[in-house]
């Protein structure tokens, strides 16, 4: 009887763990998938782009999405659009808790008529 209760409770850990590191991991992710519309793109450079603010504000609310994933970070800034070309890159900034400057670089991962898809380092 103790034997079957000592597995059950280890079982019951490991599927705890298992769920919550699964958890973490959909929730830090740092990859995001935009639309193009009216609402979300600017020019850059002649290239169709993610405007400025819909980039810094999403960077912002990923960069730090649970208390044991990242760093947060508050006023993110990006210096233009992100061009919806793959491969382009941007580097974004914004404030550690100490006030310290943290730079945060951009990068297109993937990039259609419709969408882009970009990630940023944590």
Known sequence: MQRRFLVGVVGGATAVVALGGLGTYLLAGTESNTSLDEYSTVTVDGHKALSANIVATRTQSKYHPLPWVGEKVTGVT??????AVAGATLKCTGKDSDGKAVSIPVRVVK??????TWTFER
Request: aromatic share 0%; glycine share 16%; hydrophobic share 35%.
């Open 78 to 83: 990006c210096p233009t659009g992100l061009k």
């Open 111 to 116: 990039a259609g008529a419709k969408s882009v």
